[in-house]
T-cell receptor, first 111, second 115 residues
Framework: AQSVAQPEDQVNVAEGNPLTVKCTYS??????LFWYVQYPNRGLQFLLK??????LVKGSYGFEAEFNKSQTSFHLKKPSALVSDSALYFC?????????FGTGTRLKVLA | DTGVSQDPRHKITKRGQNVTFRCDPI?????LYWYRQTLGQGPEFLTY????????KSRLLSDRFSAERPKGSFSTLEIQRTEQGDSAMYLC?????????????FGEGSRLTVL
């Protein structure tokens, strides 16, 4: 079965510094990978996805993610963090027609 | 607003009562999903519809849970004889098969509290 793992429950970063939120995956076949963000008491918002092609994927709000097949990773990155980026981030993988989500990583950007 | 809408946003009920949630997907989306999210956890898949057909149902969905999508438009999720363990956020999402880019579009969720 397909799965994703987010090894960090929380990531703290200073405003203006680069941020990385980690995700590793386990799939049979080619992975369809996604990142979502969730603000308090809200639904999930799509940030970006990897289906095929370039290993560096650009998404919304200045976020990007790097797909690494040899390390089975799909880490979310941003060159310069904003306080408003503080939220819960979920990595997901598509398994046939359903989507399997990780446990989430809480990102805190400190002013 | 043409996003996914869910109703009600919040529901407080007593144990043993029945509750029903409604989801209106984005109009051109033929796939509809229900997920459950508890505090500090990621969304867990419950069930999935393509048009009006319920194609997959998680083992998490006990006999007390039922979902429908009549005519392939809106969907309802009913929980009968609620238990305290049913307290969670119930998320609905939709996507399209043709011409879509594969991501799910989520509603704001329906938070259930069972007393």
């Amino acid at each position: 079965a397909q799965s994703v793992a987010q090894p960090e429950d929380q990531v703290n970063v200073a405003e203006g510094n680069p941020l990385t939120v980690k995700c590793t995956y386990s799939v049979s076949g080619n992975p369809y990978l996604f990142w979502y963000v969730q603000y308090p008491n809200r639904g999930l918002q799509f940030l970006l996805k990897y289906i095929t092609g370039d290993n560096l994927v650009k998404g919304s709000y200045g976020f990007e993610a790097e797909f690494n097949k040899s390390q089975t990773s799909f880490h979310l990155k941003k060159p310069s963090a904003l306080v408003s980026d503080s939220a819960l981030y979920f990595c997901a993988v598509r398994d046939t027609y359903k989507y399997i989500f990780g446990t989430g990583t809480r990102l805190k950007v400190l002013a | 607003d043409t996003g996914v809408s869910q109703d009600p946003r919040h529901k407080i009920t007593k144990r043993g009562q029945n509750v029903t949630f409604r989801c209106d997907p984005i109009s051109e989306h033929n796939r509809l999903y229900w997920y459950r999210q508890t505090l500090g956890q990621g969304p867990e898949f419950l069930t999935y519809f393509q048009n009006e057909a319920q194609l997959e149902k998680s083992r998490l969905l006990s006999d007390r849970f039922s979902a429908e999508r009549p005519k392939g438009s809106f969907s309802t999720l009913e929980i009968q004889r609620t238990e305290q363990g049913d307290s969670a956020m119930y998320l609905c999402a939709s996507s399209q098969t043709q011409g879509g880019s594969g991501e799910l579009f989520f509603g704001e969720g329906s938070r259930l509290t069972v007393l």
